[in-house]
């Protein structure tokens, strides 16, 4: 992993490897930004403040080799990543303004999928998840985490069945407390519904209304209009002066009929004259029979008025005057679909009544199945905490877990869960909150992650100071257990005790230093010599101290001879 600009970290590479590797410094090095460029690598949050200042952005660049078939590699090559020899180049930007860059295997991905990845690839265990395993809803979660898919298939049945009783009560709650809304609904709308029926509309009916009115409203007009227009076209038989346009295009025609075998276009032009003699012809006899048809009967126009006037009236009420009486009708059959509804709303109710009664019983039964599940699996756990915090200079304490009955269903089940420790006999169990000392609680929380660590499905660990606060001969046994998960694991340890560093395969120092105004840290991986100085530092705060020298490389011996180094 190479780390640029970030925090007190102008430019390092980290040297990662299989087995254990511990990093030590100096308190302000820059051993948190080792392992906040891990969290960024998986999809952490990006803060600007983390860029070095003077810097544009802060870079954090790593290679992760993968196992065959891991569900990591193949989340990656879905993704359209592509892996450089069974391994996945990963990069994070930050940049000062707050922007945030990931690529993943060359191509450039949201910084969710950097998160998704990490959940397969790696667990982290610091202080800070010391302090929310303090909470009994996280102690809940760790129960069901190490449980495995005992726990997990039956609370993911579990939570379907509740999900489900939930929506069918909010539907039920719904429907029996606007039931007096509901009724006002269908009372307005079975109104509305006969208001339409009784008028009985046809669709498009106003409109020919309105044109039907148009015609009767103007019907002199028209008469006279009809009858000036006939006499125009075929003459009238009172008048033998008047010259009508059938006469005159009779006498047109007579003129060049008697010529035409001289020119061809001529004859053409008699013909169409002779069309034009029939069209008049027609369009005189429909003027005749338009002026005998017309109805100027004032009933006929009174009764399309008072029509008219209906169907207006349920325009305004359910339609607009864009929409017109269409409208109207599609307001009805859409009422009418409501209000089906609305009268099916007794039904409904009896059916959900019944169905919340049948889910009641299912998630009852499933709680009581998860609650079983967790007892069992909460004293395996108890068991092999116990049993780590024997080896962790405190022989005497136990732990327990305290399942409780909440008042309701939850949607997890109906268990409070809550982990208790008697430091020693004759002790009751309380809340490990308030039932072990500040040195006593970090070995408590180390020997739940260790043992939690081994239920975790991932290749690496990371774990950040979780031996805060131990010592002595407890400072041995978490070192000696971390090497122990080191032999199937990657384990990576920020810690300040020499201790637990001497059980290491790999030890990586960070190493400040000031420049005038600059200070740059770099990540050195330490020879045995190198080894035995750091530890040294970390004994006895001097690097050349011969009494320290001579700890250190005590401690050194002792680890290997207890732990060997992972091959």
């Given amino acids: 992993m190479r780390i640029r600009s970030l925090g007190v ?71 359209g990543a592509e892996l450089d020899e069974d391994a996945l180049l990963i990069s994070r930007t930050v940049s000062a303004e707050g922007r945030s860059r990931a690529h993943v295997g060359g191509r450039s ?16 265990h610091g202080q800070t998840d010391q302090q929310r395993l303090l909470q009994p809803a996280r102690q809940r979660g760790a129960l069901d985490r190490y449980a495995g898919g005992t726990v997990a298939g039956l609370l993911t049945e579990y939570q379907l069945a509740f999900r489900r009783l939930r929506e069918v ?17 269908a009372d307005l709308l079975r109104f509305g519904l006969d208001e339409v ?54 006498q047109a025609r007579r003129a060049l009929e008697s010529v035409r075998g001289h020119d061809q276009r001529l004859a053409a032009l008699a013909d169409r004259l002779g069309e034009v003699g029939y069209l008049l012809s027609d369009i005189g ?12 009967d004032p ?47 007794d039904d409904t109710i009896s059916a959900l009544e019944t169905e919340q009664q049948s889910l009641h019983g299912a998630v009852s ?22 049993a780590e915090l024997t080896e962790l200079a405190m022989p005497h304490a136990r732990v327990s877990f305290g399942i409780t009955a909440a008042a309701d269903f939850g949607p997890y089940g109906v268990d409070e869960v809550e982990v208790l420790l008697a430091p020693h006999p004759g002790a009751p169990p309380r809340p490990i909150a308030k039932g072990a000392s500040g040195g006593e609680l970090s070995r408590v929380m180390l020997a739940v992650e260790v043992v939690f660590a081994g239920a975790d499905p991932v290749p690496t660990y990371l774990f950040d100071e979780v031996d805060a606060g131990v010592g002595g001969k407890a400072a041995v046994e978490v070192g000696r257990r971390l090497a122990r998960l080191a032999r199937t694991s990657q384990v990576i340890v920020v810690t300040h005790l020499p201790q637990v560093a001497a059980f290491a395969d790999r030890h990586l120092v960070v190493e400040k230093t000031v420049d005038g105004s600059v200070t740059r840290s770099g990540v050195t991986t330490l020879s045995d010599a190198e080894r035995v100085r750091e530890l040294s530092r970390m004994l006895a705060g001097l690097e050349d101290s011969e009494l320290g020298r001579a700890h250190a490389e005590e401690l050194l011996a002792a680890a290997r001879t207890v732990a060997p180094p992972n091959g």
Avoid: C
């Fill in 9 to 79: 970290i102008e430019d390092a590479v980290v040297e990662l490897s299989p087995g254990f590797t511990v990093v030590t410094g100096e308190t302000g090095a820059g051993k948190t930004m080792v392992v906040t460029s891990l969290g960024l690598l998986l999809g952490g949050r990006a803060d600007p403040g983390l860029v070095r200042n003077g810097a544009e952005r802060a870079v954090v660049e790593g290679r992760v080799a993968f196992a065959d078939g891991t569900q990591a590699a193949q989340r990656a090559v879905d993704a």
């Fill in 109 to 124: 991905v949201p910084v969710s999928l950097l998160a998704t990845l990490g959940e397969d690839l790696i667990a982290v």
């Fill in 169 to 185: 009560g909010a539907r039920l709650d719904e429907l029996t407390t606007r039931a007096r809304e509901r009724a006002q609904e």
């Fill in 197 to 250: 029926a009784a008028a009985e509309p046809v669709a498009h009916e106003d409109l020919e209304l309105a044109a039907e009115s148009e015609r009767l409203g103007h019907a002199d007009a028209l008469s006279s209009a009809a009858s000036l227009a006939h006499g125009a076209l075929a003459g009238d038989p009172s008048d033998q002066d008047a010259v009508d346009a059938g006469t005159l295009l009779a």
């Fill in 285 to 296: 006899g429909d003027l005749a029979g338009y002026a005998d048809d017309l109805d100027a």
């Fill in 299 to 345: 009933a006929r126009l009174a009764a399309v008025e008072e029509r008219r006037a209906v169907l207006a009236h349920l325009v305004r009420k359910y339609g607009s005057p864009d929409g017109g009486l269409d409208q109207v009708l599609a307001w009805a059959e859409s009422a009418a679909l409501r209000l089906t509804e609305l009268d099916g709303d």
């Fill in 365 to 386: 039964a499933l709680a009581g199945q998860l609650t079983e599940a967790r007892r069992a699996a909460a004293e395996d756990f108890a068991k092999a905490v116990t």
